[in-house]
């Protein structure tokens, strides 16, 4: 790692607010503390979706690879029009889609041509149908046409020999259709990335287990399962882990062989079993920090035996809100995608609630971003915003990031929305 030394990081039990990271310093350590996985595999297209390109892609022929007509109508001779203005042409064929007219077109004449059919030798434009009359088997025009209008040239999409996408674009549906497009059933992407996770901690029970009090069901492997399948990596759910410094060795050891990536929930935070952190240092080079964030303060960062290492708070909303600030962006630059993804987007938008806050630390507090009345965005506060209240991230639609200086806020305010839609 470039910048992420332990040594160099706050340690857990930094009580100054002071030696907190803010959210933007965390997310720069992160980015420089991993680099992209090497390894491209040939795929076939339809398997490709979310998938990162490990190539530039250049068109092998011409889209579209014929000129051909935009508009059911008539296509003829420009000069035709611009002598007298209007034109009198005598209809001589008709040209369909994939079934071309192969003759030539002069002087004085016109065919009939559907949408997408090859504009034939000799015509330069085309007339939309509801634009002439119809007299036995002439047309006739009456309105003013340019040279060239309703027309698409082959190769105005893209050209022989252009790069149509570069090496690092996530293969998204618009990525699968002009691959489509130019004719290509397989790419070459980027390896999946590895990545294992398990959840910690003695009070946490799996479904189907009974609970008695104390107990919980572990919720964060769902979350994480959900986030993480939406990324297109190979996921390893290796269940829940017990708070005992052998178990866990042990667990990270597993994981740290199998996995580029491992992602834990709990046993970061202050007051912890001191265990957890003395065996990850032990094992890796990890750093606990302390982010000026809320929620999610506590965050684990670093490597273990080779392995990336996301050590993620316990709190259920605190595993959500790391994981798209910090995890997934980290995530997609190992997976090799270049730019930034429209997940990480923030917009300026009104509040027509309050948002209680204290200064010293970025919040991200659920919202509902919507139109109000007279169809302007509007953002409103959902409910209460405990770090361990998961419904708050279920009725919510966005994140409103309140900046870490920031006090409450009063309705009226424009404030950063973060939409979920392009991010959960
Ligand atoms: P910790 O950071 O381990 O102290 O956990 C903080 C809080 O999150 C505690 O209330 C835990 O019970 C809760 N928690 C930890 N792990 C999970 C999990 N996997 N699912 C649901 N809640 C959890
Ligand atoms: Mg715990």
């Not at 962006?329 to 917009?347: D, E, S």
């Not at 806050?357 to 659920?366: I, L, M, S, W």
């Amino acid at each position: 790692m470039s910048d992420g030394k332990t040594s160099s990081l706050p340690a857990c039990g930094d009580k100054h607010a002071a030696s907190a990271l803010s959210v933007d310093e965390a997310r720069k350590r992160i980015e420089s503390g991993v680099n992209p996985v090497s390894g491209a595999e040939k795929i076939a297209l339809r398997s490709a979706l979310g998938r990162i390109l490990d190539e530039d892609i250049r068109s092998p022929i011409n889209v579209p690879s014929h000129t051909n007509s935009a508009v059911d109508g008539y296509a003829f001779v420009h000069s035709d029009l611009a002598a007298a203005g209007t034109a009198a042409l005598r209809v001589i064929g008709t040209a369909w889609a994939g079934r071309p007219f192969n003759g030539h077109v002069h002087a004085g004449e016109c065919i009939r041509i559907m949408t997408g059919a090859a504009v034939p030798a000799g015509a330069d434009t085309v007339v939309m149908q509801e634009n002439v009359r119809i007299e036995n088997n002439m047309i006739r025009i009456g309105t003013a046409l340019k040279e060239g209008e309703n027309i698409r040239v082959a190769g105005e999409d893209l050209a022989k020999g252009q790069v149509a996408l570069t090496s690092g674009k996530q293969i998204m549906p618009p990525e699968l259709g002009l691959l489509a497009s130019i004719g290509l059933g397989e790419v070459s992407v980027r390896r999946r990335l590895r990545v294992a996770f398990f959840s910690t901690g003695d009070e946490l029970r799996s479904i189907g287990q009974p609970i008695t009090e104390g107990q919980i069901y572990d919720s964060n492997r769902y979350t994480l399962y959900g986030m993480l399948t939406r990324l297109a990596v190979d996921i390893q759910d290796m269940g829940v882990i017990r708070d005992d410094r052998d178990a866990i060795k042990k667990a990270f050891i597993e994981a740290s062989e199998n996995a580029d990536v491992v992602i834990t929930s709990g046993g970061v935070s202050v007051g912890e079993a001191d265990y957890v952190k003395e065996t990850l240092e032990a094992l890796g080079e990890i750093g606990f920090w302390q982010i000026a964030m809320k929620p999610g303060r506590p965050l684990a960062f670093g490597r273990v035996r080779g392995a990336t290492f996301f050590g993620l708070p316990g709190n259920p909303v605190s595993v959500m809100v790391t994981f798209y600030q910090f995890v997934e962006p980290a995530l997609r630059r190992m997976m090799g995608q270049t730019g930034t993804h429209a997940g990480m987007m923030t917009y300026k938008v009104r509040c027509i609630s309050s948002f209680q806050k204290r200064p010293g630390r970025t919040e991200f507090q659920r919202a509902v971003l919507e139109r109000d009345v007279s169809g302007d965005l509007i953002v409103r506060a959902t409910g209460k915003q405990g770090s361990g209240i998961l419904r708050s991230m279920s009725e919510a639609n966005c994140f409103v990031i309140l900046p870490q200086d920031s006090n409450a806020v009063e309705p009226g305010t424009i404030v950063d929305v973060q939409p979920f839609y392009g991010m959960l």
